[in-house]
């Protein structure tokens, strides 16, 4: 693995609650988590929808028990973002080291929500007692460097809050702003600089334009149309819809794309396997 071979990949793109469903196969029924091998025993991870059990897997069949070290940024807690984190397999391995890299909220540290969440009752093995060697690590809006990736941070419009990350290596550059509402004017001026120029911006996409004016303001997820605007105003290279609705099946999502190519001809729909590079 070399640094001009980077590829952010795509293991779950979908919001709310894993969708194993036919109409869903093409773009993707997991929750969301996406992935980035810096090496062939370091890894970078954006989330632990149910997606992460995937990436998991691939990692034990390609190296077994061999060492490996993981960076996992946690956009925030709501369960489709951590469903998959009990049956990550490098958490079973002595040979790992696994750092969780998150903000605190309602006064308790990353370590502390996690370690209540991966627990009996909820779950039968107990986080603070996997074999891999365990991390925390608070984000307090200081850039953080992973190997010869710097990642920043920025908060977004979410209940509970949430947190956008921008991958910068060298000249590229990946923003990921999943769960976050439209319309709160100072958070979305900040979220256009922070993506000015990204060669990706990956935003959240959950609901039509309609869905979200009759029934969803408040909720704390955007549009396809309110992410072209945000797309428009970073000018950014590519704009990839992200975070799909539950209910939004494959042949609905592509006619979402050649609406919003009709706006912005730039636009991808993120789909599981889809790689993009950093």
Known sequence: MTASSYKLHIWGARGTVPTPSPEKLRYGGNTSCLSVALGDSEH?????????????????????????RYDVFF???????????????????????????????????????????????????????????????????????VRNVKVCSLPLNHPDGCLAYRLERGDRRIVYATDHEHGETETDEALVRFSENAD???????????????????WGHSTWFAAIQIARAARVKSLVLFHHHPEHSDDELEKVLRVAREELPSTEIAREGMELPL
């Open 44 to 68: 970078l991870i954006l989330d632990c929808g149910s997606g992460l059990r995937l990436l998991g897997n691939s990692l034990a069949q390609r190296t077994g028990n061999a060492p490996g």
């Open 75 to 145: 956009t925030h807690y709501h369960f489709d973002h951590i469903v998959g984190l009990p049956l990550f397999q490098p958490l079973y391995n002595p040979n790992s080291t696994v750092t969780f890299h998150g903000f605190e909220a309602r006064g308790r540290s990353v370590r502390e929500i996690l370690e209540h969440l991966i627990s009996p009752p909820y779950f039968p093995v107990t986080l603070a007692d996997v074999p891999a060697k365990v991390e925390y690590s608070t984000i307090d809006g200081d850039p953080v460097k």
């Open 200 to 218: 990706y911006l990956i935003y959240d996409a959950t609901y039509l334009p309609p869905e979200y004016e009759t029934l969803r303001r408040g």
